[in-house]
């Protein structure tokens, strides 16, 4: 009670930036490890684009760090994790709230996050090794998987691979709340699109409502 839950940004491209340095690493071999182009590396570098949860895993994995590296959310002791006073924060240049969920403990496979996403917002188009859900708490949100639409409302969850192109919007005049769950398999090369909102994305994806029939 009485707390604020507006996000602090975080400087990430700096952050990305003086870890591959620091490694040695060109611009380009951090791309051809991660499976993201030189292009938009320096553009996420530069602060110029704001990957996804998938693609920073996928950056984070190529430079041998955890993804809290880059969040700069503390990291948790055990596995347990408290309803306000979990980490929040937002990526500079980025609408999107996030709230940890998942604990940061040896062996771990799972991250998971809560999303607060703000009305209007899309994401980029990505792909990237490994497999996703999403779960809608509150609101709905469109999520996109190779191509075709699907409007998730409260209650409604969606499980995909990361393989297949991917990306969310809120088409709403409300905010959205969103539980976030995945797995990276960071030996797979995915191949990442330059980020594309989906309002200007000319190939408009198959819409399927929550019930799998077409509105």
């Excluded at 591959?20 to 490890?33: D, F, I, S, Y």
């Excluded at 570098?45 to 969040?71: K, M």
């Excluded at 500079?92 to 771990?108: L, M, N, T």
């Amino acid at each position: 009670m009485g707390k604020t839950r507006s996000g602090i940004p975080v400087s990430l491209g700096p952050r990305i930036r003086r870890r591959r340095q620091a490694m040695g690493l060109t611009l380009q071999e951090l791309g051809n490890a991660c499976g993201v182009s030189v292009g938009y590396l320096s553009q996420v570098e530069r602060n110029n684009a704001v990957p996804t949860l998938g693609t920073l895993a996928e950056i984070a994995a190529a430079l041998d760090v955890s993804i809290d590296q880059f969040i700069a959310s503390p990291r948790h002791v055990d596995s347990v994790t408290r309803s306000g006073s979990r980490p929040r924060f937002a990526v500079a240049g980025h609408s999107v709230i996030y709230e940890q969920v998942g604990a940061d403990f040896p062996g771990h496979e799972l991250t998971s996050f809560l999303l607060d996403v703000p009305p209007h917002y899309s994401s980029e188009t990505v792909q990237h090794s490994g497999e996703e859900i999403v779960f809608v708490l509150e609101g709905e949100i469109l999520q996109v998987v190779d191509g075709q639409g699907f409007l998730l409302r409260t209650g409604d969850s969606m499980h995909y691979l990361g393989l297949q192109p991917h990306s969310y919007s809120n088409p709403g005049d409300s905010p959205a709340r969103v539980l976030w769950t995945g797995k990276m398999l960071h030996q797979a090369t995915p191949t990442h699109p330059h980020p594309t909102a989906l309002p200007d994305d000319p190939a408009q994806p198959t819409i399927t409502n929550s019930t799998g029939n077409n509105p």
